[in-house]
Antibody, heavy 117, light 109 residues
């Protein structure tokens, strides 16, 4: 059974940092691109970042580029999202998801990030 | 960047048919994917590549795509279909190709 489990969500002050983790199981991890997406309160889904199979080619949305860093450890079947210089509008549920040729076929249950003073 | 437009809300009575639109410039030449998200749950892929259903998705859920509009159709609507629905495309000419519509909240009256 394919599973993605996020962890690391928390309440953090503006300007602070947080590291999210996404632990995967049930599939050949290094054969897939993994993404982070988010949904803020009263907002829609937003693509945040993705990493390719060997971790050499990350990509970011304009809204987070320069502040967020995605990485992966294929030995541990885990993807990370390091979030720095957090802003109030980064408040959202963050999901990791597996990509299957352009769509996202499996999602984790999410990690809640709240940025507030 | 590519923009997908969805109506914010659609209401339908139980047993009727709901049609949720997703507009985009020449979207008919793109592959459109649809997700259902219920409160407190993760998004669930319900249609991929315009018309295909993942395993476990009922046949009363279907998709179509032509011209400037893709449509998600839910037949014989049930109370359990009440959710937010998002369309998504992979727009290859963009450096940020994973694009979502703003979402439609389906209310079952």
């Amino acid at each position: 059974e394919v599973q993605l489990v996020e962890s690391g969500g928390a309440l953090v002050q503006p300007g602070g940092s947080l590291r999210l983790s996404c632990a995967a199981s049930g599939f050949t991890f290094n054969h897939y691109w993994i993404h982070w997406l988010r949904r803020g309160p009263e907002k829609g889904l937003e693509w945040v970042s993705r990493i390719n199979m060997d971790g050499t080619s990350p990509a970011y949305a304009d809204s987070v580029r320069g502040r967020f860093t995605i990485s992966r450890d294929n030995a541990k079947n885990t993807v990370f999202l390091q979030m720095n210089s957090l802003r109030v509008d980064d408040t959202a549920m963050y999901y990791c998801a597996r990509e299957s040729v352009g769509d996202f076929d499996y999602w984790g249950q999410g990690a809640l990030v709240t940025v507030s003073s | 960047s590519y923009v997908l437009t969805q109506p914010p809300s659609v209401s339908v009575a139980p047993g009727q048919t709901a049609r949720l639109a997703c507009g985009g410039d020449k979207i008919g030449i793109e592959s459109v994917h649809w997700y259902q998200q219920k409160p407190g749950q993760a998004p669930l892929l319900i249609i991929y590549d315009n018309t295909d259903r993942p395993s476990g998705i009922p046949e009363r859920i279907s998709g179509s795509n032509s011209g400037n509009t893709a449509t998600l159709t839910i037949s014989r609507v049930e109370a359990g279909d009440e959710a937010d629905y998002f369309c998504q495309v992979w727009y290859s000419t963009s450096d940020q190709p994973w694009v979502f519509g703003g979402g439609t909240r389906l209310t079952v009256l």
